[in-house]
């Protein structure tokens, strides 16, 4: 498996950007995929996730902001981000793995696309 993130760039505050992760090899549809961010000298945290069940997770300062939605016919995960805040700078990775997963323990998570930056001025 094979993830492709893209979407990232420059905005200011308040602008949205939409990110998205395209998956590429024999996924099948019983997999999790998912989000996180990770700022200079920090550890990579969840932003949010699909479970394969159905079930979503958000970190709690980007709920009512950011939204994580699939397009299954082309294997593509988004992440729809409104009202982009500075702190919400960082390089951004989607992850994918499948069944059961502990979604914001991102050593849980066994493929990984490439970052992408995501800058916000101020």
């Known amino acids: 498996v094979q993830l492709q993130a893209s979407g990232g760039g420059l905005v200011q505050a308040g602008d949205s950007l939409r990110l998205s992760c395209a998956a590429y090899?024999?996924?099948?549809?019983?997999?999790?995929m998912g989000w996180f961010r990770q700022r200079p000298g920090q550890e990579r945290e969840l932003v949010a996730a699909?479970?394969?069940?159905?079930?979503?997770v958000y970190a709690d300062s980007v709920k009512g902001r950011f939204t994580i939605s699939r397009d299954g016919s082309k294997n593509t995960e988004y992440l729809q981000m409104n009202s982009l805040k500075p702190e919400d700078t960082a390089i951004y990775y989607c992850?994918?793995?499948?069944?059961?997963?502990?979604?914001?323990?991102?050593?849980?998570?066994?493929?990984w696309g490439q970052g992408t930056q995501v800058t916000v001025s101020s």
């Open positions: 992850a994918l793995d499948f069944g059961s997963v502990t979604p914001r323990l991102a050593r849980a998570w066994n493929f």
């Open positions: 090899g024999r996924t099948g549809s019983r997999y999790s």
């Open positions: 699909r479970i394969f069940s159905g079930g979503t």
